[in-house]
């Protein structure tokens, strides 16, 4: 253990010890049966959570793990309430969702998917750019994972820029690359089924707008997507053009498929089942069939018919995730029963309600605040956590939808200034080798898709407004 995480240690039980002693706030209401005490407890143990994975004392799951445990050894929790996010729909659906993406990326299906949507566009820089930020938007809503998708689709970026010419860590080839984070990446914010963090981000919503579909979700998130994912392209684009005219061979994707060979029964399976689980989760108001109920057919159905065998299963799937989102879960609802979700509220309230009521202005601050908040905290999922938990009660009070504030704030963890902020970021550059370098080459990308964040967002809010939303 290094001296860092021996500090972040002893400091994480200490803040417990103080905050567990403390007299809970009169204004603190608990819910029926939970002794005012304990709660001060519970945010003890929490405290010390959030410190230790913000010093990164162990692996982020069993910190997770250990806060659900301790909140149940210690009676702030009953152990159905510290546990009970691992049998709800949210927590099933993303078992799913992740189960149907290492379907797809151990089937060779998302390799294939790739290289036909790149097919289609032309050997020109432009072309190229484009055809791999569409063929992420095209496969994202298949597979939950942006990593997983980067690490198929990157080592097919980084040759297409060398079949054109290009030399690694050049300002064209950084072009490439950041063609490859925004339609494999930064498009887990467009679809619900693109990223484990959109289920994550459901099971923060208030009760009663929880439930959210597929469709709902892309239509409320969908001028944002066009404005963010259009104005990033475009830029980046002007930005890392070469100043030469560049061709690529015409053959040279075509031979890739041919490499692949002829489309294997695996493949074939998989893409029937993805294919039906889109169809009804975009359906499911007309046919009421809950999106976990799919997903759980769908794991049954794609171990049934042996495109993943059991080594696959326990190999493949991210089961570290798993329990790390499941644990997540389970801090907006500990702190709704601790009552400070709505000590927060009355606190808080009268500081920010000029704020929601103001749109346009509380898009600025919020994004600027978290924007600044992810060069202390490196734990995106933590910071999205803290910020759902606590704004999406006040802007119901407010009039707004809670979705917005939990959008905002999915979306604009995902920063990379610094490289160490963003693990999947992290992963895309280790995928791509040295195609690019951080310092060299991606610093202006990364204040590009900042900006394009921030005016998704301010162009979203009429949009908003058109709906009811606000």
Sequence with gaps: MSKKQMIGGVLGIVACLAIAMMAPPAELVV?????????MMGMGLLICTLIWMAMRVMPEYIILLLFCSACAATGCLTFTQAFSPFSGTSYWLLVGALVLGAAVAHSGLLKRLTLLVMKAFPGTYLGQLLGITISGVVISPLIPSGTARLAVAGPVAKEIGHEMGLENQTKPMAGLFAALYTGFNCTSHVFLSASFMCYSMLKFMPEGYADVTWTDWFIWALP??????????????????????????????????????????????????????LILWMTERQHGINSAIVATIAICALMGLKVMGVAEFRSKVNWDILIYIGCMYEVGSALSTWGVTSWIGKVLGPVLNPLLTNPLLFVIVFVLIIYLTRFIVISWLGVMTVFSVLLAPLAVEAGMHPFIPCFIAYCSVNVFFFDFQNLPYVSAIGIV?????????????AVIWAVANLAGFLISVPYWKMTGML
């Excluded at 061709?247 to 490499?259: S, T, Y």
């Excluded at 195609?435 to 060299?440: E, G, S």
């Design 224 to 277: 944002w997507s066009v404005a963010a994912l259009g104005i990033t392209t475009a830029v980046t684009y002007f930005y890392y053009k070469p100043s030469e005219k560049l061709q690529l061979d015409k053959n040279f994707i075509g031979q890739k498929i041919v490499e692949l060979g002829q489309w294997k029964k695996g493949e074939k399976l998989t893409m029937v089942i993805l294919t039906v689980c």
């Design 31 to 39: 819910a029926e049966g939970m002794d005012p005490q304990k709660s």
């Design 433 to 445: 080798g040295d195609m690019v370098d951080h310092n060299k080459n991606c610093v202006p990308y």
